[in-house]
Structure formats: structure tokens, C-alpha cells
């Protein structure tokens, strides 16, 4: 079953001879990390940035380039079976000779021979130096190239391999990735299905200027929001930590304490069929925080005194409506499972995902976590130590599933 927006979708990466062809290691191991399948096919410009070599080793695949002829691998895959194989073309780096190639529409090697022949999207992502950018000609290339439907990425401003500033930088990985997932066709099982997610530590005021917090990061949070928009949910995100990057079409909602975050979720929770609470919410909070900045002069020794929090995810399983569906988090240092099990039945929550949050991997703060998603019925599925980006994906088609039992059984409403 293909997960998240990259996994299993096969992507073709053409590589241009330009300086920024050095970040072509690292852009198809980020792609194979998501889960993608990619090929690489280079121009003979390219060789002499990256080796080919180096290129096979980290896609998995022999490369194709000038030097090695047009196949692809032992049987021979000409442009016409590498483009009718490839779901998106990455052009990156895209040259200002690649793009005037394209733009006239030759095909006389095989990076331009395969766009020609394809009807996957082309995602370009323009490399060189400010001159040639802005070159009407340059310009005019990319216009027709856009009109014809292309995508770009970048180029972004900065220092050019010249020394220079300028425009002309190539986008990064980062940037590829985020444009790649967006462009692969889109899964839609989700159309149409409200979902709420929180995301981030609460943080219980102090005083004015202090809180009480923890190390959770929010990115699990964003990943699930991510990984619910890419399957056409409406999706609205209610969040603590500042996110880097909300994800476009997302509804945020920012809180900082946990009553709050409780009122928030309490306006959205009628809209919604699934509610994901990542959201790590403080357990405990000032029973009178200090309306001024307390200072240690004043104070030699300090006890605070802490009351419960209001569990969030306690009162929403108690005021979801009939149809809504409820996956909870447990993050534990030890026993997780069994933590994780007792939490399940305590919280009334149709399925929980626990993470481990100590050892190396921890799940706490950093882009990976491994998890296990627990069922009321006794059921496990594990999910490997990965980016919390598939993981994501993983959580969510389990939870789309709990919306088909209730859609699909008899009387369900
Ligand atoms: N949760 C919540 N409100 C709280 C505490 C937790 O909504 N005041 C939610 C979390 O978002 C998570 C789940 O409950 O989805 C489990 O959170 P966790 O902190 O692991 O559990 P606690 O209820 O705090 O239990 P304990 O302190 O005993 O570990």
C-alpha cells in the first residue's frame, strides 16, 4: 500500500551540468528516505559535477548518461520507457541551456528527449548565475515553459559558485522534496473529511515572562496536518509550538496553555470526523500564577504550587460527536506499550499510537520516532523507526480505516 506523498511513487531526477549538481547526493537520498523509487538520468555536462557512481549507489539504480548510452539498466530503457515509468521529473539542476533545450523542444540527449516524451508533471529547478537568470532570453524560455504547464522551484538569492550575490541559487533539497509531494498525484481518500489535529507542548504561564513546558517539538503534529491535507482532508490545526512551515490550505489556530487549547478545540470538534491529539499538554499548571514578574531577590527559595491540567483529550472523547473518531498519543520512557494500552482504555480513544522518548531513538523533539498503534480490540501495528513524515502517513491511513468500518457498517450514520 503506497503511505505518505512520496511513498512508492517513482521519481525521475535529471541532472544538469551546473555546480548545484553537487546537491544531487543529497536530494535523491532525501527522496529514497521518503520512500520514493528514483531513477537518475544525468546530462554529459553533469558527469563532470557528480560521478555517475555515486549517483547509482544512492538511487539503487545504474544512471543514465552520455558516456554509458541510453539504457538505463541491462535490459535497455530508452527515453520513451523512462518517461512512461517515471510518476514526476525533478530537474534539478535545472540549466539555462536545459531549459532553452526544452523550451524549442529538442531532443537531442536524453535528459531533454525524455521531457519531451512525457505526460508525468516536470518540476524545474533553475541553477546559475544572476546574467544568465535574467537574460530576456532566459526569461522568455521559462514564460513558455510555465504556459506549457512546468513547474519551478526557486531559484532562490545568495552566493553564487562565482563568489557573487545574486539570484540564481538553486532551491534547496528541502524546498525539492516539500514541491516533489505536492506535485505527485494527489491521494483524495480523504476528500471531503474534516480532521482536527493538535501539535506541541502546552505552555503554562509562570509568570509573565516564564512557563512551565516540555521538549515536544510540534513536528509530529505538522507531519499528521501534512499527511491529512495530501488525502483531501479539510484539515485545521490547533498548535502550541511555532511551526516551521504551516502547511498551505492548513487552518492554524495558536494557543499557548492548555484551557486554552481545550476552548479551541472544543469550536472545531462539531466540524470534524477524526481528531489526532499529538499535542503534548502540560499536566500541570500554576494554582496562582503571578500577574508580574517574580524575581529572585524577592524570592531566595521558590515552591510552586501546581494544580492538575485539564485533560484535553478526556473531555473531547466525552463531547465528539457519535461519528467522530479519536486517535491519541502516549509518549513513554519506559513500558511503553503497556502505558500505552492502559491509556487507551483509560482515555476511551478508538486507537493510540505510543512512542518511546528515551534512548537513541527517542521520538521527543528530533525528525524521526518509531511508534506502535494500539487497537481497543487487542490489535498492534508497528511502525519502524522512520521520518516522522512517513510515520505520519502510516497514522493516518490507520485512522482513515476506522472512518471506512464506521461509513461501511450496517446502521452507521
Ligand atoms: N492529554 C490531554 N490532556 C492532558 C494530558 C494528556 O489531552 N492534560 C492527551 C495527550 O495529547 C495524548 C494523551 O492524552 O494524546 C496521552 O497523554 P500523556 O501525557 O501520555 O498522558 P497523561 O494523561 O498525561 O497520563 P500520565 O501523566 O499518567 O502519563
Redesign the pocket.
Do not use: C, I, Q
Given at each position: 500500500m503506497a503511505g505518505d506523498g512520496l511513498e512508492g511513487r517513482r521519481i525521475l531526477v535529471h541532472v544538469c551540468g551546473g555546480i548545484a549538481a553537487v546537491k544531487a547526493p543529497e536530494l535523491i537520498t532525501g527522496l529514497r528516505k521518503e520512500g520514493a523509487e528514483v531513477r537518475v538520468v544525468m546530462t554529459a555536462a553533469a558527469t563532470a559535477f557528480v560521478a555517475p557512481l555515486a549517483l547509482q549507489a544512492l538511487s539503487g539504480h545504474p544512471v543514465a548518461h552520455p558516456g554509458r548510452g541510453a539504457a538505463v539498466d541491462e535490459a535497455g530503457m530508452p527515453h520513451i520507457d523512462l518517461s512512461a515509468w517515471a510518476d514526476c521529473h525533478l530537474v534539478a539542476p535545472a540549466t539555462a541551456t536545459t531549459i532553452a533545450r526544452l523550451a524549442v523542444g529538442l531532443a537531442d540527449d536524453l535528459v531533454s528527449a525524455t521531457l519531451l516524451a512525457t505526460r508525468a508533471p516536470v518540476l524545474l529547478a533553475p541553477a546559475m548565475e544572476t546574467g544568465m537568470w535574467e537574460n530576456p532570453a532566459t526569461q522568455a524560455n521559462l514564460g513558455k515553459l510555465r504556459s506549457r504547464g512546468l513547474h519551478l522551484v526557486g531559484p532562490l538569492s545568495g552566493r553564487l559558485a562565482s563568489g557573487r550575490e545574486g539570484m540564481g541559487r538553486m532551491a534547496e533539497p528541502a524546498q525539492l522534496l516539500e514541491a516533489a509531494r505536492l506535485l505527485v498525484e494527489p491521494r483524495r481518500e480523504l476528500a471531503g473529511v474534516g480532521v482536527l489535529v493538535?501539535a506541541g507542548g502546552t505552555r503554562e504561564p509562570i509568570d509573565p515572562v516564564r512557563y512551565l513546558g516540555n521538549r515536544s517539538s510540534g513536528r509530529m503534529g505538522l507531519e499528521l496536518a501534512r499527511a491529512a491535507q495530501r488525502r483531501g482532508a479539510t484539515v485545521h490545526l490547533v498548535t502550541c509550538a511555532e511551526l516551521d512551515g504551516s502547511p498551505v490550505g492548513v487552518e492554524v489556530v495558536t494557543v499557548e496553555t492548555?484551557q486554552e487549547m481545550l476552548a479551541a478545540c472544543r469550536e472545531l470538534i462539531p466540524e470534524v470526523s477524526l481528531l489526532l491529539?499529538?499535542?503534548?499538554?502540560a499536566?500541570y499548571r500554576m494554582a496562582h500564577p503571578s500577574a508580574q514578574k517574580m524575581h529572585r531577590s524577592e524570592h531566595p527559595t521558590l515552591e510552586l504550587e501546581l494544580v492538575a491540567?485539564?485533560?484535553?483529550?478526556?473531555e473531547l472523547v466525552a463531547e465528539r460527536p457519535a461519528a467522530c473518531k479519536v486517535v491519541?498519543?502516549?509518549?513513554?520512557t519506559e513500558d511503553f506499550r503497556r502505558?500505552g494500552r492502559e491509556?487507551l482504555a483509560a482515555?476511551g480513544c478508538d486507537l493510540l499510537v505510543a512512542n518511546p522518548v528515551s534512548g537513541e531513538h527517542s521520538a521527543m523533539g528530533g525528525e524521526e520516532a518509531e511508534a506502535v498503534v494500539l487497537y481497543p480490540d487487542g490489535r498492534e501495528v508497528e511502525l519502524p523507526y522512520a521520518p516522522k513524515s512517513l510515520i505520519a502517513g502510516r497514522i493516518l491511513d490507520l485512522a482513515a480505516g476506522l472512518l471506512d468500518q464506521s461509513r461501511g457498517a450496517p446502521g452507521a450514520g
Open positions: 493538535t492548555a491529539m499529538a499535542a503534548a499538554v499536566d491540567n485539564v485533560d484535553v483529550l478526556g491519541g498519543f502516549a509518549a513513554e502505558r491509556k482515555k
